[in-house]
């Protein structure tokens, strides 16, 4: 059974760092993983997804990594800025064939102080 | 082309009554999953549905909890005679493929945060 664990629950940072935020999965037969963002009260933002196959993945201040090997994935944030307040989750998606499912963490909740 | 559509995004309901969430997947959109945040918590998956039939439920309660999806109209998870434990916000994601595929993305709603009094 595959399990998602998120460290630190709690970050907060001065505005202007870069940051990683760390994932780390049991089952390392995983199809891909998927960054999301979470701001109170509202939905989740797909920000990556990292397909199996690949080791990392970029998009503008962030990048995330995938090391299946060893069950961990990261993201890093550069220059942070207060607006990337936000709660980061993460999600392999695993399970047997033709029912494969998204597996979340408990989240990181990030805060950037201006 | 529209998201993934919940409705209603806020539900007030009395111990007892039944609740009903809907949720439209994004256009092209087979494959709907449905997942519960409790407060302070992570997204627990709940089901896995693609039309008229149910994949995986192996996150459903086995009592008062059901979904379906239908050929036709919006995926429904219905919750019948609610506790006050049932108040969570639930998630609607919905994936254009079969799951499988390692670069399918899941696509989710706002949500649907049920209160129950």
């Known amino acids: 059974k595959q399990e998602v664990t998120q460290i630190p629950a709690a970050l907060s940072v001065p505005e202007g760092e870069n940051l990683v935020l760390n994932c780390s999965f049991t089952?390392?037969?995983?199809?891909?993983l998927q960054w999301f963002r979470q701001d109170p009260g509202k939905g989740l933002t797909s920000l990556l997804l990292?397909?199996?196959?690949?080791r990392e993945q970029t998009s503008g201040r962030l990048n995330a990594s995938l090391d299946k090997s060893s069950g961990r994935s990261t993201l890093y944030i550069a220059a942070s800025q207060p607006g990337d307040s936000a709660t980061y989750l993460c999600?392999?998606?695993?399970?047997?064939?033709?029912?494969?499912?998204?597996?979340f963490g408990q989240g990181t909740r990030l805060t950037i102080n201006p | 082309n529209a998201g993934v559509m919940q409705n209603p995004r806020h539900l007030v309901r009395r111990r007892g009554q039944e609740a009903r969430l809907r949720c439209s997947p994004m256009k092209g959109h087979s494959h709907v999953y449905w997942y519960r945040q409790l407060p302070e918590e992570g997204l627990k998956f709940m089901v896995y549905?693609?039309?008229?039939?149910?994949?995986?439920e192996s996150g459903m309660p086995k009592e008062r909890f059901s979904a379906e999806f239908p050929k036709e109209g919006p995926s429904i998870l219905r919750i019948q005679q609610v506790v006050r434990g049932d108040s969570a916000a639930y998630f609607c994601?919905?994936?254009?493929?079969?799951?499988?595929?390692?670069?399918?993305?899941?696509?989710f709603g706002q949500g649907t945060r049920l209160t129950v009094v």
């Open positions: 549905l693609q039309k008229e039939n149910i994949i995986d």
């Open positions: 990292i397909q199996s196959s690949q």
């Open positions: 999600a392999g998606l695993s399970g047997k064939a033709g029912a494969q499912k998204l597996v």
């Open positions: 089952d390392s037969a995983i199809y891909n």
């Open positions: 994601a919905s994936s254009p493929r079969y799951p499988g595929h390692t670069n399918t993305e899941a696509f």
